[in-house]
Structure formats: structure tokens, C-alpha cells
């Protein structure tokens, strides 16, 4: 009997595996992709790299971090609010002096006019100096200093001083007014008030050239 050796044929070599060609390309457009939107300044770095179809990417972490701007800078942030304009107060309107109509003011006085009663005409002139100082008038110094003596003779004390006060008060600068003043607060036993308005008025017609004076007004502080 005659043995034959059969040999055993190689068994084939297994097949190579050939990568789906549209899913490389779908990786490849993927791993692009990446690397484009990675790159968000022209500074940034990004790398793709292929190995085995997986992709790396790398991005600066400065690039992604400040979200706000990136978004602004698309123009996906929305409408940026505008700033407040400050707002400006309206310049406040001034209680300027309105002057009297001269025929209105001359009509009026000529309702106040002395009689040759001595009580009646202090009267009719502490009335005329209240008209005339109320429409800053000229006059009213003189008529003021006096309506004041009128009703000092008369011992008004207090009405003399209202009116001497009003004079003041009104703005009108007379030093006569103000030594009349001094007298009426002694009378109604303001010596205080008297003597520091005597130092002031002692000052005061000093820086006039008055001295003399001066010393009357300082040597009456002194007494009182």
C-alpha cells in the first residue's frame, strides 16, 4: 500500500481592510472644521494633525476666554445700549427788579402830603420812604433820614428803626442812616447791638477818609 503525503495549501493571506473613503473625508472636513473655528484672532496657534483618523486640535486659551468680545465682534451680541446723555438742569430763571412806571409812582406819592401836624407828618413821611425805597427811588435816602428824625422827636423809636432797617436792607449804603440807627438802638436799650455797629461804622468811615468821625462813632462805642 502507497502513502501520499498531501500538503495542506497556505492559507490565504487576510484581506486588507480599505477605509470607507467617505467617512475619512467626513473626519477630514470634521478635523477643518475644528481648526477654523479654533482660530478665532489671527494670533491664535491651532494644529491638526491626522494619525489613525483621529483628530487633534489645539487652541490658544486666550482665543476662547473672552466670550463677550467674540461674540461682539460677530456681531451676535445684540445692539449695545446706548450711554445716557448727562442731563442739563435748565438754568434757573432770576427775580430780577421790575422799576415802577414814573407816572404811577409820582400819582401815588402825591397822595401822601403833610398837613403841618407833626404826628400826622411823620406819618406821611415813614409812608413816602416805603414807597420810594420798594421802587428803589433815588429819594428814598434822604426822605428815610427823614421820616427817622420825624418820629425820633416823636419817640417812635421802634417805627424809626423799622424804617432805617428797611433803608438798609434795600441795599442802599448811607452811613447817616446807619449812625441813626446806633441812636435808636440806645434808646430802646439794644446797647449790644449798638456798640458792635458802632465798631463798624467807626471802621467804616475810616476806609472812607473820614477819621474824625471815626472817632465820634468809636468814642460813643466806648461809652455805651
Do not use: W
Request: hydrophobic content about 45%; proline content about 7%; aromatic content about 2%.
Amino acid at each position: 500500500m502507497k502513502i501520499v503525503s498531501v500538503t495542506r495549501p497556505p492559507a490565504p493571506a487576510p484581506a486588507k481592510r480599505v477605509p470607507d473613503e467617505a467617512a475619512v473625508e467626513a473626519k477630514h472636513r470634521s478635523a477643518l472644521a475644528a481648526a477654523v473655528q479654533a482660530r478665532t484672532r489671527p494670533e491664535a496657534s491651532s494644529a491638526v494633525v491626522l494619525k489613525n483618523a483621529e483628530t487633534i486640535t489645539h487652541a490658544e486659551r486666550s482665543d476662547l476666554t473672552n466670550a463677550a468680545e467674540l461674540l461682539a465682534r460677530a456681531g451676535l451680541n445684540g445692539t449695545p445700549k446706548p450711554k445716557p446723555e448727562p442731563v442739563v438742569p435748565a438754568p434757573r430763571k432770576g427775580f430780577g427788579f421790575t422799576p415802577r412806571p414814573v407816572a404811577e409812582l409820582e400819582a401815588e406819592l402825591a397822595r401822601h402830603v403833610t398837613t403841618g401836624n407833626p404826628a400826622g407828618d411823620a406819618a406821611v413821611a415813614h409812608v413816602r420812604a416805603t414807597i420810594l425805597i420798594a421802587a428803589h427811588d433815588a429819594r428814598a435816602t434822604e426822605t428815610t433820614l427823614d421820616a427817622a428824625r420825624r418820629l425820633m422827636a416823636l419817640h417812635k423809636m421802634q417805627a424809626a428803626s423799622d424804617v432805617l432797617l428797611d433803608l438798609i436792607g434795600a441795599g442802599f449804603k448811607d452811613r447817616e442812616a446807619q449812625r441813626l440807627l446806633i441812636e435808636v438802638d440806645c434808646e430802646l436799650g439794644r446797647r449790644d447791638t449798638a456798640r458792635e455797629k458802632c465798631q463798624l461804622l467807626g471802621a467804616a468811615y475810616r476806609l472812607d477818609g473820614q477819621g474824625a468821625v471815626a472817632e465820634d462813632v468809636e468814642r460813643l462805642a466806648a461809652i455805651l
